[in-house]
């Protein structure tokens, strides 16, 4: 399996767009391409959950594709409820991972807002089971079932449990107020949370998250970069309440961190910084437990003490989570992807006691029906420093497995005199006697060409300047449950 790296991102502004749901994606993608070197996509991955009925369209792939300007290239729906977008991150990853693709463009979108909140509450509720929606059964409403079974089993009374919530609704909203993306940037006072009314008790307004246009876009790619895709999951369950064996966790997010976690070969505490879930409040504490970082009943408990905020030991949803940068269905499993890259770039304007080189995002799908784990991981930089000379070179055009062609290598004779095997990071102006810069990333050496290295300085000056003069408009105003 090749490895498979994140190179550009994008997002458009989160809350309420004046714009068609293929144009706010367009503008995602615009974002994404314009922040990496890459241009020449294979593939588009489409995540949306419902255009059908939120927008009237059908065919989005095609629309999107076009809108591109990238008609001809392959360009595939993926949907899995709300997590549509970590189903599409992860169906890109593996036609990379086999070789099949090179460099492909993961786009996720939904416009919810120019509809009723009751109207979208309907269509949110399509994924739930059909006999439990003939009860009147919402989205809310069993979301407000877990939390009251998973409250009793756990022993907590209900202050206590109210207390956890609204923890988790401040928190997200504090962090929400720096993202420039987010739907709500306001901070959220506790007098302002039990002053909400109840949408379905013990879930209040400010437990939910919002209604919500908007897209996000990742480009990922083979060639190296500085953020490592280490390890997915994927795990499904029932989708009625009444087959569950369990009624106060989430078994698909434990099946699919156990799969991420084996792959990355990492524990829950090598995780430096989290993006999980949080539909409903309770969706986050829940999500903490199953993902391991917090035992069963104790998720609640690490929100109120601190433990999952920016100076804690598992800080989750900096970026304000769905709760407070919203939640466009098909979008949110890309935008988890995009903040964590920019976490992990130091790009977010919210910062960490200690640098983060781990980080995880979590999805689900429905009622947690089909919920998908991500982990990445930030390679070590590496200075260029060591110098050297080409000996002899080759471009090798039949590469063994877990190499792409065509690799450029060389034996490079450092300033000491010692013979060096090296990957080129470019197969043009190779010449035995011309000097190169090398650089070691895990083990492994890498060398440029030095007449090229001004190119390369020129390259990433230019991406720098177009990310300090990129400026996104103001936060969004509607705010509805769902």
Do not use: W
């Amino acid at each position: 399996m090749l490895p498979v790296y994140i190179a550009g991102i994008g997002m458009s502004q989160f809350g309420k767009s004046s714009n068609t749901l293929v144009e706010i994606m367009e503008g995602a993608a615009a974002r994404a391409l314009a922040g990496s070197k890459i241009q020449d996509i294979e593939a588009i991955y489409i995540a949306v959950m419902n255009p059908e009925e939120f927008t009237g369209d059908a065919n989005i792939a095609s629309h999107v594709v076009e809108a591109l300007g990238l008609t001809g290239i392959p360009a595939l729906r993926v949907e899995t409820a709300s997590s549509a977008g970590a189903a599409a991150l992860h169906a890109a990853f593996q036609s990379i991972a086999s070789g099949y693709y090179r460099q492909v463009l993961v786009l996720g979108g939904e416009k919810m807002t120019h509809l009723s909140t009751s109207a979208t509450t309907r269509i949110l509720a399509e994924v739930i089971d059909a006999q439990e929606r003939q009860c009147g059964a919402t989205m809310p409403a069993l979301a407000a079932m877990i939390t009251e079974k998973y409250r009793r089993k756990h022993h907590i009374s209900e202050s206590r449990m109210a207390r956890a919530l609204c923890a988790v609704a401040m928190k997200n909203h504090a962090y929400g107020a720096h993202n420039p993306y987010a739907q709500f940037r306001q901070t959220l006072s506790k007098d302002k949370y039990l002053a909400s009314k109840f949408v379905a008790t013990p879930l209040r307004l400010y437990d939910c998250a919002p209604i919500t246009d908007g897209a996000a876009a990742v480009i990922l790619t083979a060639a190296r970069t500085d953020i490592l895709i280490s390890g997915i999951g994927q795990g499904t369950g029932p989708v009625s309440l009444r087959e569950r064996d369990s009624l106060s966790a989430f078994p698909a997010t434990q099946i699919a961190a156990r799969k991420a976690y084996q792959m990355a070969g990492i524990a829950p505490k090598q995780v430096d910084c989290a993006e999980v879930h949080d539909a409903f409040t309770p969706f986050e504490i829940i999500g903490t437990e199953d993902l391991g970082f917090f035992a069963p009943g104790k998720g609640g408990q690490a929100v109120v003490s601190g433990q999952t905020a920016a100076d804690g030991i598992l800080p989750v949803n900096l970026s304000g989570g769905l709760k407070s940068r919203g939640h466009p269905v098909g979008a949110s499993g890309v935008a988890q992807i995009v903040e964590i890259a920019r976490l992990l770039r130091g790009e977010s304007a919210v910062k960490l006691k200690r640098e983060p080189r781990r980080a995880l995002a979590q999805s689900i799908g429905g009622l947690a029906t089909n919920n998908f784990v991500t982990i990445v991981k930030k390679k070590a930089a590496a200075a260029i420093g060591a110098e050297g000379v080409i000996e002899t070179f080759t471009v090798l055009h039949i590469t063994p497995d877990g190499f792409l062609p065509p690799l450029a290598l060389a034996l490079i004779r450092d300033r000491k005199g010692a013979l060096i095997m090296a990957q080129g990071e470019d197969i043009t102006h190779l010449k035995i006697g011309r000097e190169v810069y090398l650089r070691q990333v895990a083990g492994t050496y890498y060398f440029t060409v030095k007449s090229q290295l001004q190119k390369v300085r020129q390259a990433i000056r230019q991406l720098l300047g177009k990310k300090r003069s990129h400026t996104e408009p103001a936060d969004g105003k509607k705010a509805a449950n769902g």
